[in-house]
């Protein structure tokens, strides 16, 4: 059966076996990858435009786009400005890997000497997007640029500290069976020296198919209770897998054990409602300029409130390795550390 017709199923998760081909891990990992390898270059049009123009910003999460590479680009010219030339990236479910040739350019022009970037995810068709996609990139001098087929709820190679910037961003962590979480989140925070930045979609963001245009949808239904998503496709594809919505509060106890959290927001509470969809947002209300900014306006003012943000359809969380006096007093004195928080 090839990934486009396949009709795929979601097992979860605590008792996940090892590698045995029908154990419930291979079924959760198979689920999740033909979703995205089933829609190949689709996604990447869908997710980040023309994938030619990686800073054109255009897509359906152009706004949340902007705001997210503003911050990255925030990071890597600071450790830049310091004195560094050398910089190592980690992309976890990279996708086709536009958020790191974008790291890896941006790292490149702005001197680093030595750039080493991987990404990795369980989709191989997203991972050989993602290699076509790096060429001239990966032959840029000291650019060390892999992507490869992994799964994130397994240990990372990366030695402890060694990452400057870690991303795991659009609903990656939706995808991860609850009970490999903490151990996720322990890793992430075992190879990151600099910052760490995850998207995930949030309790009242509105529906979505997530490898395909809504536009492609004909059935979509979301079982919170459960934490499943089932749809099928206009073209006949059905798929049903894991798929965990955040809130806020729930996003910062999974990684406030092990970094210090910089900031978490909402991202594209207002923006997203009109983004062109024949069905939800009709035509008329396609967003102009002048609209477009007082959105952005009110996108700021409401991004971090807390009877506003889990109404984002993404929350945006920026967190660092808490300083070594801060972990020696948590180590000694949790309480007391836990209250300086
Ligand atoms: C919505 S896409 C986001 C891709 C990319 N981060 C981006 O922002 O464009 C979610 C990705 O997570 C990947 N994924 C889901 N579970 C994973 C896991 N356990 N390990 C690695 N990747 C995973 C999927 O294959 C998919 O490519």
Redesign the pocket.
């Known amino acids: 059966m090839s990934p486009r017709d396949a009709t795929v199923s979601v097992m979860d998760s605590s008792a996940e076996g090892a590698g045995h081909p029908s154990s419930p891990r291979r079924e959760r ?1 198979d689920a ?2 033909a ?2 390898n089933a829609a190949g270059d689709d ?1 990447i049009a869908y ?2 435009g023309d994938p030619t123009r990686p800073f054109a910003f255009e897509g359906t999460h152009a706004h949340a786009d902007r705001l997210i590479w503003r911050l990255l680009d925030e990071k890597l010219t600071a450790l830049r400005a310091s004195g560094v030339r050398e910089v190592r990236l980690l ?6 890997g ?2 790191l040739r974008r790291l890896v350019a941006r790292a490149h022009a702005l001197g680093f000497t030595v750039v080493s970037a991987r990404g ?4 191989q068709a ?1 991972i050989q997007r993602a290699r076509l996609l790096a060429g001239n990139l990966s032959r840029l001098p000291g650019v060390d640029l892999t992507f490869d087929v ?4 397994s240990p990372l190679p990366e030695p402890d500290g060694c990452v400057d910037i870690a ?6 962590l939706s ?2 069976p609850d009970a490999s979480l903490p151990s996720v989140a322990s890793e992430l925070a075992r190879v990151t020296s600099g910052h760490f930045v995850a ?1 995930v979609r949030s309790i009242g963001s509105p529906p979505s198919a ?2 395909d245009p809504m536009e492609n949808v004909r059935r979509i239904e979301r079982d919170h209770a459960s934490d499943l998503c089932e749809i099928e496709l206009c073209d006949g594809r059905q798929a049903a897998f894991r798929f965990h919505l955040f809130g806020a509060a729930e996003l910062r106890d999974l990684f406030a054990d092990h970094f210090d959290i910089e900031d978490l927001r909402a991202l594209d509470l207002f923006h997203r409602r009109f983004t062109p969809d024949p069905r939800w947002s009709p035509p008329s209300l396609a967003i102009e300029r002048t609209m477009s900014m007082e959105l952005a306006r009110l996108e700021e003012a409401y991004a971090r409130h807390p009877a506003f943000i889990d109404h984002a359809s993404h929350l945006l969380l920026v967190a660092r390795p808490p300083s070594a006096a801060a972990a020696a007093l948590s180590r000694l004195a949790p309480r007391f550390a836990e209250s300086m928080r």
């Open positions: 990992v999740i990858a979703v995205y996604y997710a980040d992309d976890a479910g990279c996708g086709p536009t958020w990795f995810d369980l989709a997203q992994a799964d994130l709820t991303l795991c961003l659009y609903s990656v995808h991860l998207a997530l490898a």
